[in-house]
Nanobody, 120 residues
Framework: QVQLVESGGGLVQAGGSLRLSCAAS????????MGWYRQAPGKQRELVAS???????DYADSVKGRFTISRDNAKNTVYLQMNSLKPEDTAVYYC??????????????WGQGTLVTVSS
């Protein structure tokens, strides 16, 4: 069984920084890509950033230049460094992983979510 365990959310003032971490635990899988999504109250879940095993990254336009995604392949862990946070970054942040080896296709797995609140 695969689990994605997130940490690092919390309350921060506008302009501050937070670092989120997400570790994939279990066995028998291969990580294809990992990323972060977020969902603010009353809004749809949206992609924040993603990274492949080849370190190809993708960012939402709203976070480019402020957020940095990175990963430790050996630990199956992905990080999201969030700088210059704005109140509109307030949301529940979900870790996402595309994993192979468990099913006859690449499957998506989700973490439980971690709340990030940015006060003005």
């Amino acid at each position: 069984q695969v689990q994605l365990v997130e940490s690092g959310g919390g309350l921060v003032q506008a302009g501050g920084s937070l670092r989120l971490s997400c570790a994939a635990s279990g066995s028998g899988f291969t990580v294809v890509a990992m990323g972060w999504y977020r969902q603010a109250p009353g809004k749809q879940r949206e992609l924040v950033a993603s990274i492949t095993t080849s370190d190809i990254t993708d960012y939402a336009d709203s976070v480019k230049g402020r957020f940095t995604i990175s990963r430790d392949n050996a630990k199956n862990t992905v990080y999201l460094q969030m700088n210059s946070l704005k109140p509109e970054d307030t949301a529940v942040y979900y870790c996402n992983a595309d994993l192979g080896g468990l099913r006859p296709y690449i499957a998506q797995y989700w973490g439980q979510g971690t709340l990030v609140t940015v006060s003005s």
